[in-house]
């Protein structure tokens, strides 16, 4: 069975992280993953949006450990 062309859909996603319309994304995501649960791009491009929230969410002030960069892990 050939793969489907997701090309498309995937500069949609792009469009959409890019404008910081992550909760849109994820739902394309999600689709194309439950179409095609091995598709790398798919799976990669939801890890970066959820590294994406979770730096969003980070308090940098909730340590006082001013040595600590929180930007790194």
Same mark, same amino acid.
């Given at each position: 069975? =050939?793969?489907?062309? +997701?090309? &498309?859909?995937?500069? =949609? !996603? %792009? %469009?959409? !992280?890019?404008?910081? /319309? ?5 739902? /394309? ?7 095609? %649960?091995?598709?790398? /791009?798919? /799976?990669?491009?939801?890890? +970066? ?5 979770? +730096?969003?969410?980070? &308090?940098? +002030?909730? %340590? ?8 790194? =892990?």
């Amino acid at each position: 069975m =050939e793969q489907p062309n +997701y090309d &498309n859909i995937f500069e =949609e !996603i %792009s %469009s959409l !992280i890019a404008n910081q /319309k992550y909760n849109e994304a994820i739902n /394309k995501l999600q689709t194309i993953l439950q179409q095609d %649960s091995n598709n790398v /791009k798919a /799976k990669a491009l939801l890890e +970066y949006i959820q590294r994406i929230l979770n +730096y969003m969410n980070r &308090n940098i +002030y909730a %340590s006082t450990n001013l040595d600590l960069d929180p930007w790194e =892990e």
